[in-house]
């Protein structure tokens, strides 16, 4: 037994030492005697973004003698400076180290002092402390002092989000020892921008209602550069109309918040910024430089500042296609369907029956060719209402039917008569017709057919008066 106890006895102290050992090495990874501290620090900010940049401004100066150790804290110069600047009449005035480490954390002073620093770092073109930039969503900077500092994030080139001020701190703790690294989760919002239309099937003069809704980020307080506009870019067969409505929620936006011109809405921060989403509803009308069979492309863009005490700007965009159609008839000769005709015109209806005033007239032209562009799907009634010289007038209503036939909203459909193959024309839903000629051939006045019949006749009335002749003979001759 005593054996025993005195291997459990070796074998606690075992562990013992070896979890100080582990405790001691752990220890001395994260902290740093105040002593021996210098240059090496490290920052991590785990970003909102790849790419997302951060510029790192000293606050506090943390101060070690190691002839009496002791510990004092002091502004930095560009803190100093900023405090320096301020008028007798602002509540920072003068403001102590000591004051500022006895704000709670995220209050209203803490919040508008770093904002008031933030301004005047821009605005006089105050080098950063540090600089660094988000890789894999994390920024690290490596060799900083002692001290606090003030974090602005300073925009992005692959995404922009809208950062929130940060501080992170190298201090001592009561024991002299200071933390090596400090993790910063970033405060950050990204704006977003959805573009949607009402119907993507258009014809010429129809109105089209379009609605933006974006998504207002939070600034952070004193920010000097708080840019916040929506602008629209149409195609060409798109003119804007008017803006039917600005709203938040149900909630209409006062017109003094934002300044439209044509398509473009330019909003006040100030006033927006209690609201999370805008959406906007605007109309316009399709004219007849629209895209047969091809995409009209419509961007929603929103600009916004990605550098609130900067002067950049981020776009982000948003697109809605919509799709216009057409009709083409081909008219060629029943017997020989290589014959194109001209000048046939047929009088066109929407519907599928002829009743009403007709909305258009088209002509086929010398390749037997009549078109007609920027249409809705829906049905089509034609009516030939004038034929070509030498053909029978066909008066016989047709309909032709425009679908939305695959998912890019283009119809590809070939003609539905196989005796005459045109090129299929993307859009356009094609048919062909054929018309007959008609038999006008008459007899002429003076034609050979004329003359022969006067010869007979002349020839028949000879003879008849030849055999009264030969009779009244033959019958004086029977008297005598």
């Known amino acids: 037994m005593k054996k025993f106890s005195f ?56 101060n070690y003698s190691s ?3 002791n510990v004092t804290y002091s502004w930095s110069t560009a803190a100093s400076n900023y405090i320096a600047s301020l008028p007798s009449s602002s509540p920072y005035s003068g403001l102590s180290v000591a004051t500022f480490q006895n704000w709670a954390n995220d209050s209203s002073d803490i919040k508008s002092f770093l904002g008031g620093f933030a301004v005047y770092v821009k605005s006089a ?27 602005l994030g300073t925009g992005s080139s692959t995404g922009a989000y809208v950062y929130q001020i940060m501080t992170a701190s190298f201090k001592p703790n009561a024991e002299y020892n200071v933390n090596t690294t400090a993790v ?24 089209v209602t379009y609605t933006v809704t974006v998504t207002v980020p939070t600034y952070p307080a004193d920010a000097t550069n708080t840019t916040f506009k929506v602008w629209d870019t149409l195609p060409a067969g798109v003119t804007f109309a008017s803006t039917s409505s600005v709203k938040s929620g149900s909630t209409t936006i006062a017109t003094n918040a934002y300044t439209a011109t044509g398509a473009e809405w330019v909003f006040d921060y100030d006033k927006i910024k209690a609201y999370s989403t805008i959406t906007i509803v605007y109309t316009a009308t399709v004219n007849d430089s629209i895209l047969i069979g091809e995409p009209n ?44 005709i001209g000048a046939v015109s047929f009088a066109v209806y929407k519907g599928t029956s002829a009743t009403g005033t007709p909305f258009k007239t088209i002509t086929t032209n010398d390749e037997g060719v009549a078109s007609l562009a920027g249409l809705d799907v829906g049905n089509y009634t034609l009516v030939e209402t004038k034929t070509a010289t030498g053909y029978v007038l066909d008066d016989t209503p047709f309909t032709i039917t425009i679908t939305d036939e695959d998912i890019d909203g283009i119809a590809d459909t070939p003609p539905t ?34 003359w022969v019949f006067t010869i007979i006749g002349l020839l028949v009335m000879v003879i008849a008066a030849a055999i009264m002749v030969m009779s009244a003979k033959k019958k004086r001759q029977t008297n005598n």
Do not use: R
Not at 190 to 200: G, N, S
Not at 317 to 333: H, M, P
Not at 419 to 432: D, L
Not at 433 to 439: D, E, P, R
């Open 67 to 69: 002839a009496n150790n």
């Open 184 to 207: 910063v989760n970033a405060k950050a919002s990204i704006p977003t921008i959805e573009k949607e239309v009402d119907d993507p099937q258009v014809a010429i003069d129809d109105t």
């Open 297 to 340: 492309t419509n961007i929603a863009t929103l600009t916004y500042s990605n550098d609130p005490y900067g002067d950049g700007t981020y776009d982000i965009d948003d697109t809605e296609d919509i799709y216009s159609y057409g009709l083409q008839v081909f008219k060629v000769d029943s017997v020989n369907h290589n014959t194109k």
């Open 417 to 450: 008569s196989a005796i005459y193959s045109p090129s299929e024309t993307p859009g356009f839903v094609q048919t062909t017709i054929t018309n007959t000629k008609g038999n006008y051939n008459l007899p002429q006045t003076g034609g050979i057919g004329t």
């Open 125 to 151: 073109s105050v080098s950063p402390s540090y600089t660094g930039a988000a890789s894999s969503s994390i920024c690290t900077i490596n060799g900083m002092s002692m001290g606090q500092y003030m974090i």
């Open 7 to 62: 291997k459990m006895k070796s074998l606690l102290f075992v562990a013992l030492v070896m979890f100080f050992a582990l405790q001691t090495s752990v220890s001395a990874a994260d902290t740093v005697p105040i002593g021996s501290a210098g240059n090496d620090f490290t920052l991590t900010i785990n970003a909102a973004n790849v790419d997302d940049t951060f510029a790192v401004y000293k606050l506090i100066n943390v």
